[in-house]
């Protein structure tokens, strides 16, 4: 694995593989930092890339869309236009050296933007299995990654309702509108060894979608 970041030109000519992290910087509770999904996404590229023999990392984008959060301090959303506008232009940039261009997506809000051009190409990390936002899974995975960002004493529960019932009201006013505090889920009994086995799990789900 290679962080293209630290390539020069000749070296990263001929490239096979591209991996481009996409993330978010949004609200996550009162417990986890704004970086969160783009922490795993780049997490998740780098297990990816180790896996894949010829793989290159690229810096993240950490700006996506994430209008839903945006009621709370500390959201910066571009919003899905933009964010297609990017991903189009760089994958377009990226394949005029580089064999095949992959984004790493680890934020539900960017998927619109995803997969509004065909140009663009990926592969989700899927960390919804339990709860959808700060909750038992982001909380655990950030545990493993980055413990010192997380303030557990702060964690707290929020909307534990599944999505489809929750959807209307947060279509229409946000996450603010079905969770006071940010989060759905618990993230109650978060273990950094839970974190470890999920991020190995989306790592395996990803190099099976690209093998």
Known sequence: MTRLADATSPE???????????GSIEQHGPHLPLDTDTAIAEAVARGVAEQL????????????????????AGTASVGTAALTHQLVELVRSL???AE??????AHGGNVAALEASDEIGWVPCATEA?????????TSLMLH???????????????????????PVMMTGGVAAVSPNGVLGDPASAT???GERVLKAMVAEVVERLS
Request: avoid cysteine.
């Open 192 to 194: 950094a060894a839970e």
């Open 12 to 22: 990263a000519a001929g490239a096979g593989l591209v991996l481009v992290p996409l």
């Open 130 to 138: 339990v709860d959808l936002h700060a909750g038992y899974t982001e």
């Open 95 to 97: 394949r005029t050296w």
């Open 53 to 72: 023999p010829g793989a290159w990392v690229a810096p993240a984008i950490a700006y996506g869309s994430s209008g839903e959060h945006q009621s709370f």
């Open 145 to 167: 990654l980055r413990p010192g960002s997380v303030r557990l004493e702060l964690a707290e529960a929020g909307n534990t309702q599944p999505l489809n019932e929750i959807l």
């Open 100 to 105: 095949r261009v992959v984004v790493v997506n």
